[in-house]
């Protein structure tokens, strides 16, 4: 289980609420990701894809992520998050 606590500014959305991907720091840590799953990478939902990616690859089995946050929309996300690495 992991639990996190992420700000709002740290899910790092653009103006419709989806990750920015046109930010340096979140491009850095997208094609890190696609180079290798096991990369450093410096973003918040970089960071929880590595974490999922990590988890995968020894077939470790389920992984539960409990976040903290507080609004619908940072849910959304997380929830988000889950399905697009297969949760």
Known sequence: MVTTTVTEAGYVRDGVGRLDVDRPDVKTDVDALR?????????????????????RLPAAGPLTILTRTRTRTQRGIM???????GG
């Open 35 to 55: 180079a290798e799953v096991t990369a450093p990478v410096s973003t918040a939902p970089a960071k929880l894809v590595a974490g999922f990616a990590a988890r």
């Open 79 to 85: 929830r988000t998050l889950g399905f697009a690495c």
